[in-house]
Every structure is written in C-alpha cells, then in structure tokens.
C-alpha cells in the first residue's frame, strides 16, 4: 500500500512540474519581444519538442505497464501453484508438477 501510494504520489508531481514547466516556456516565448514570424517559428518548434517529449514519456510508460503485467502474471502463476500444492499437501494428495 505504501508503494501504491509513493507512485502515485510521484507520478502526480511530474505531471504537475512539466505543465509547470510548458506553462512558464509558453509565458517566455509570448513575453519576449520578437516578430510574428518568429514567436511562430519558437511556438512550432516548442510543440514539436513538447511532442517527442510527450511519445518517449508514453512510450516507457508502455514498457513499464507491459513489464508490469509480465510480472503480475508470473506471481498470480506462482501464487496458484503455492496454493494448489498446500492444499493437495493438506489433503494428503502428492502434488502434481
């Protein structure tokens, strides 16, 4: 429960400083003098950043939730086994393998 808790937690602050972060980067580019054409040239090229950002962040996410199945999986599967094998023990049956 404490895990559970830490993660979200964590996974609540990152979210929160990177809006902070493309928050105050959008405050810089319209706050600084520059021409039209400029600011959308900087804009374009903040979203296309932001965008790359965004997919690797997505991307590892994928991977850690499919890791995190695998290994879910694999202990639901041991945890099953354990139980069969105690409870054929308990009941004087050999375990089958």
Not at 16 to 30: I, Y
Not at 48 to 66: F, H, N, P, V, Y
Not at 68 to 81: E, F, I, P
Request: proline share 3%; aromatic share 2%; hydrophobic share 40%.
């Amino acid at each position: 429960m404490t895990q559970e808790v830490k993660s979200s937690s964590t996974g609540t602050i990152l979210m929160t400083f990177l809006a902070g972060a493309a928050v105050g980067a959008v405050v810089v580019a319209l706050t600084t003098p520059k021409s039209g054409p400029e600011l959308c040239g900087d804009l374009k090229r903040m979203v296309r950043r932001t965008k790359r950002k965004a997919s690797g962040l997505a991307e590892d996410a994928t991977e850690a939730w499919d890791e995190m199945n695998k290994r879910t999986a694999l202990a639901v599967s041991d945890l099953q086994r354990g139980v069969a094998d105690a409870a054929a023990d308990l009941r004087g049956i050999p375990a089958s393998k």
